[in-house]
């Protein structure tokens, strides 16, 4: 039997290649591997082929896709125009058993995130899941736990691609350089709003071509209508994402890439405490307005800092009062001894204190500036064949959309609570620790 037959014998083979130097474009592809896989190809799945599946075509398209998988089977002839020869699949559970896939590409709806990215990890996959990886504390943490008991074998990545915009590192050189000086407090916002009532009332059938019962998945049924399905491509998320059982609103939304901006800089772990406040609960649809505040202690460069989340309107004070932040949309401030960073994704501003004259702020030379990142797609791929190393890995990112998902816990309790990190508890109010966790329908366990 070839050794290097299974996904798992190749992916350790690449490995040690890649550890001894060897490397992957010089080595004999149709000797190793077979004349239908070259060695520097990965066998990939594309998971949710349309909207902002489309989005990963480019970086997909210098590996072999051979699945691909859509509730909606009218998705598929353009999808084959890329992919040819790729087997088509409705159901992801069967698709992940496509026998020989390397990797994974989720780009479903955010209820089925968490359990497509496990049941491929639990398989052996590498796994780029679009973001929000999970809609719950404890889908954030099962993925992160798993991730991290095989991170020598598999890369992950979540899906915030703009964290390769170069502006990122840009921020967190200034922060661990001085820039505002000591780090007090971080303000994060993001002022899209969409608002609906309720889910929407059921209308008409699905036709014969859109697997409904499989769209809804692991989350509680209800009923079809077509206005889930209307929005235009990578934006019919916004059809959907508002509703707790398919989404988390602007927290896992706009929120997760905008906090990744904060994030990046700041070197957090899990919270302390947690508070939050916004609109008045409705039980079908997440809420617009929403403050958080999560206190996180001080780590081996800073002190202790207080991280905020505002969304939907609630916006932090301006450092000036000729600073619109609602016009800045999507942003991060960061408040220090010194003065403060002003940052959306692609630029920066620093108000220094009034009397600051500066001097305590040295720009790094050139050599130490962070080399660009890349293309954040090809990161993942590229990691898979050599390190296993991405920048958005399911440790990184599953601590912040862990954040992310309690500041909703916070807001449906309705009060302060205090925060377990290593074990994942709320300690002063025991009962709201029924929050933390998802209920899913019968047949649809997140470890499958
Ligand atoms: N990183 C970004 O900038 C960015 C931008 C837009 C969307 N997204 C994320 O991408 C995901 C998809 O968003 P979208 O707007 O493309 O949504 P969408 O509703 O258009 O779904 C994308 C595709 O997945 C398919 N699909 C849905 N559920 C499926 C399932 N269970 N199994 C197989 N196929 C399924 C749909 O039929 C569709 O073809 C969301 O999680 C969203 O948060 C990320």
């Given at each position: 039997?070839?050794?290097?037959?299974?996904?798992?014998?190749?992916?350790?083979?690449?490995?040690?290649?890649?550890?001894?130097?060897?490397?992957?474009?010089?080595?004999?592809?149709?000797?190793?591997?077979?004349?239908?896989?070259?060695?520097?190809?990965?066998?990939?799945?594309?998971?949710?082929?349309?909207?902002?599946?489309?989005?990963?075509?480019?970086?997909?398209?210098?590996?072999?896709?051979?699945?691909?998988?859509?509730?909606?089977?009218?998705?598929?002839?353009?999808?084959?125009?890329?992919?040819?020869?790729?087997?088509?699949?409705?159901?992801?559970?069967?698709?992940?058993?496509?026998?020989?896939?390397d990797a994974v590409v989720i780009c479903t709806t955010d209820h089925s995130h968490a359990h497509v990215a496990m049941w491929a990890m639990n398989r052996g996959l590498h796994v780029y899941c679009e973001k929000p990886i999970g809609m719950s504390v404890e889908e954030c943490r099962l993925l992160r736990a798993k991730y991290l008991g095989m991170k020598t074998k598999i890369a992950t990545q979540a899906g915030t691609q703009r964290h390769a915009i170069p502006n990122f590192s840009r921020v967190r050189e200034m922060i661990r350089d001085g820039a505002v000086g000591d780090l007090s407090a971080v303000f994060v916002w993001g002022n899209r709003q969409l608002r609906r009532p309720g889910y929407l009332p059921g209308e008409g059938t699905p036709p014969s071509t859109f697997h409904y019962d499989q769209w809804i998945g692991p989350s509680p049924y209800h009923a079809y209508n077509p206005n889930y399905f209307s929005g235009g491509p990578g934006a019919n998320c916004l059809q959907w994402n508002m509703y707790w059982d398919f989404g988390t609103g602007q927290v896992g939304d706009m929120g997760n890439h905008t906090m990744d901006l904060a994030w990046n800089?700041?070197?957090?772990?899990?919270?302390?405490?947690?508070?939050?406040?916004?609109?008045?609960?409705?039980?079908?649809?997440?809420?617009?307005?929403?403050?958080?505040?999560?206190?996180?202690?001080?780590?081996?460069?800073?002190?202790?800092?207080?991280?905020?989340?505002?969304?939907?309107g609630h916006l932090p004070t301006a450092p000036k009062n000729y600073i619109d932040l609602n016009k800045l949309g999507h942003g991060a401030m960061f408040k220090g001894s010194k003065g403060i960073l002003l940052a959306d994704f692609n630029s920066r501003m620093l108000i220094p204190s009034?009397?600051?004259?500066?001097?305590?702020?040295?720009?790094?030379?050139?050599?130490?500036?962070?080399?660009?990142?890349?293309?954040?797609?090809?990161?993942?791929?590229?990691a898979c064949k050599t390190d296993l190393k991405t920048s958005c890995n399911f440790d990184y990112n599953g601590v912040m959309t862990e954040q992310m998902a309690l500041g909703l816990v916070a807001y449906r309790a309705g009060k302060k609570l205090e925060y377990d990190g290593k074990a994942g508890r709320i300690t002063n109010a025991p009962e709201v620790n029924a929050l933390l966790s998802r209920k899913y329908r019968d047949g649809w366990p997140l470890n499958g």
């Open positions: 039997m070839n050794p290097l037959a299974s996904p798992q014998n190749r992916r350790q083979f690449l490995k040690s290649a890649s550890a001894t130097g060897a490397g992957l474009l010089i080595l004999p592809s149709t000797t190793l591997f077979g004349a239908a896989t070259p060695s520097k190809k990965l066998n990939v799945a594309l998971i949710g082929v349309w909207g902002r599946g489309l989005a990963h075509y480019n970086a997909l398209s210098a590996e072999n896709v051979v699945a691909l998988c859509d509730v909606n089977e009218l998705r598929f002839p353009e999808a084959l125009k890329k992919f040819p020869g790729a087997k088509t699949y409705t159901d992801w559970r069967k698709c992940l058993d496509h026998k020989g896939l800089a700041i070197d957090a772990g899990h919270p302390t405490a947690i508070e939050a406040k916004g609109e008045a609960f409705n039980p079908d649809v997440t809420p617009v307005e929403l403050t958080a505040h999560f206190d996180h202690p001080a780590n081996d460069w800073r002190g202790p800092i207080r991280v905020s989340w505002y969304q939907g009034g009397d600051s004259d500066l001097t305590y702020y040295k720009i790094r030379n050139k050599e130490k500036v962070t080399p660009p990142l890349g293309d954040f797609q090809e990161e993942f791929f590229r």
